[in-house]
T-cell receptor, first 115, second 114 residues
């Protein structure tokens, strides 16, 4: 089955700096890659996603890049703010149109924004 | 529109008992997935239901089962509870079509097995 590795497990950056979280996946059939943000005591919340027919997607301060050849994808947060502090999870799955599969999650990255 | 709801929110059970958790998806969503979240293992996929049929299943023992009703509400059952089943159980309501493929998580049920 799919295996998703996520690094780093903890990331501390100064407010205003950029943060990058990286994930690799093992199943070349995976074609949907969402990122979730989970604040303490709350549910995971989808913040951005990318499909394998796209190399990059951006939404304001958040961007995701995908390298299908290398089987890795990354989350980029620019101009970090205190409210960005949370645990971020990457995930991978196969589009249900080609065969249903549940999301396989990375272990999470605890992002700490230092004031 | 109303979000995904899960009941109960908190539950304490003893080893050997069984438990049933409920999830009501967003109106119009036909797919419900269940996940187990623990500090050690992270988020792990349990199973997915679509139109009352289990469409996919993760690597959990047969003690974990589920079902979906005609109104898309879903339940999961864990029999013969073990201490290691203590976790946050999340369900997710899915929209999947040619344009979107996304999930909205419910608030979770915190299960403690003693």
């Amino acid at each position: 089955g799919e295996n998703v590795e996520q690094h780093p497990s903890t990331l501390s950056v100064q407010e205003g700096d950029s943060a990058v979280i990286k994930c690799t996946y093992s199943d070349s059939a995976s074609n949907y890659f969402p990122w979730y943000k989970q604040e303490l005591g709350k549910r995971p919340q989808l913040i951005i996603d990318i499909r394998s027919n796209v190399g990059e997607k951006k939404d304001q301060r958040i961007a995701v890049t995908l390298n299908k050849t290398a089987k890795h994808f990354s989350l980029h947060i620019t101009e970090t703010q205190p409210e960005d502090s949370a645990v971020y999870f990457c995930a991978a799955s196969i589009d249900p149109g080609g065969g249903a599969d549940g999301l396989t999650f990375g272990k999470g990255t605890h992002l700490i924004i230092q004031p | 529109k109303a979000g995904v709801t899960q009941t109960p929110r908190y539950l304490i059970k003893t080893r050997g008992q069984q438990v049933t958790l409920s999830c009501s998806p967003i109106s119009g969503h036909r797919s419900v997935s269940w996940y187990q979240q623990t500090p050690g293992q992270g988020l792990q996929f349990l199973f997915e239901y679509f139109s009352e049929t289990q469409r996919n299943k993760g690597n959990f023992p047969g003690r974990f089962s589920g079902r979906q009703f005609s109104n898309s509400r879903s339940e999961m059952n864990v029999s013969t509870l073990e201490l290691g089943d203590s976790a946050l159980y999340l369900c997710a309501s899915s929209v999947r079509d040619r344009v979107r493929d996304e999930q909205y998580f419910g608030p979770g049920t915190r299960l403690t097995v003693t």
